[in-house]
């Protein structure tokens, strides 16, 4: 059970493995007004740099549950070099499933809601961890323009049009299940080009290192044609940000 050895190649460098800066990340974290002792699960916690920084800053304690060994090795040793180890818990799994052994004040799954089909079933999958009174907090991409095409789609990584809503519809979508919105931070283009361009880095001193690798044929083509289909659909068409919510 891990991610793909070529998805920890790309983001090697990575602390947080979406496109937010960490000035995103700490200001989402002030928005929140998280009150120190809350508890906090997260739900596919990359390397950890959420509940380490918020945990440092704001004195939040919790669980992250990510299916990376790789990963959930980072964020007990960045848990460790913030002096946060006796507050945050790193758990290697399968967060599809995972649910808290006592109820949190926020339950978080940041850009990966496709551990539970999507944006219901993971708002259903953190619900059940969350307290009365909890804050849900949901990242997920939405469409900055509408594509004009499916190799549009295609390019930014979604299987049709419908995949992904305008910001306006994913908005309203947390109203029809039950949510009222109650913070938002969005990803910017600068954001989107510090996460995607950390990766050809990552991705061309990998290949300098590992030229004879099985992998190393794909990497080579993909940083090839990466760039550019970076700058010409997923800059230009993809939108994401992380929706702090709250039940009715």
Known sequence: MDLPRSFTIR????????????????ALGRALHLAPGTRALDLASGSGEMLCTWAHTHGIVGTGVDISSEFTARARARASELDV??????????ASGYVADEPVGLAACIGATWIAGGVAGTIDLLRRSLRPGGILLIGEPYWRQDPPDQHTVEACHAGGKDDLRPLPELIGRFGE????????????????????????????????????????AGLRAELAEEPAR????????????????MGR
């Open 85 to 94: 180890a006796d507050r945050v818990v790193f758990v290697h799994g399968d």
């Open 177 to 216: 299940l039950g949510y009222d919105v109650v913070e938002m931070m969005l990803a910017d283009q600068d954001s989107w080009d510090r996460y995607q361009a950390a990766q050809w880095l990552n991705i061309r001193r990998w290949l300098d290192r590992n030229p004879e690798d099985e992998l190393a």
């Open 11 to 26: 983001e090697s460098s990575h602390r947080i493995h979406n496109p937010f800066t960490s000035e995103k990340l700490a």
């Open 230 to 245: 970076y700058a010409r659909y997923r800059r230009e068409y993809l939108g994401w940000g992380a929706f702090a919510l």
